[in-house]
């Protein structure tokens, strides 16, 4: 009933900046809570960032004050700027929504994962 769609990934050297992005479409009465979440090989997928419907956010230790998580409710888009980017940060990126799919009933989704690499 949601589709995730992920853009933005790729290679950064240590010091730059990527921009992500994850459109929710299809059917639903709207899109609470988006965030994103990372994993690396052998790990948990582990929270990045989060943001609810009304602005408040919520980030990891370790990218406090690096990125920095927004959202477009006309789009039901969320983004995810990451500057200073360290090696430690290369996962697979993969966006999540809640969204309220009839009045009564909601539901998580995940996109389908995007690769970040941060090397030199």
């Known amino acids: 009933q949601v589709q995730l769609v992920e853009s933005g990934g790729g290679l950064v050297q240590p010091g730059g900046s990527l921009r992500l992005s994850c459109a929710a479409s299809g059917r639903f009465v709207s899109v609470n809570r988006m965030g994103w979440y990372r994993q690396t090989p052998g790990k948990q997928r582990e929270l990045v960032a989060a943001?609810?419907?009304?602005?408040?956010?919520n980030y990891a230790d370790s990218v406090k004050g690096r990125f920095t998580i927004s959202r477009d409710n006309a789009k039901n888009t969320v983004y995810l700027q990451m500057n200073d980017m360290k090696p430690e940060d290369t996962a697979v990126y993969y966006c999540n929504c809640n969204a309220r799919i009839t009045l009564v009933a909601h539901d998580d989704y995940w996109g389908q994962g995007t690769q970040v690499t941060v090397s030199s």
């Open positions: 943001i609810t419907g009304d602005g408040s956010t």
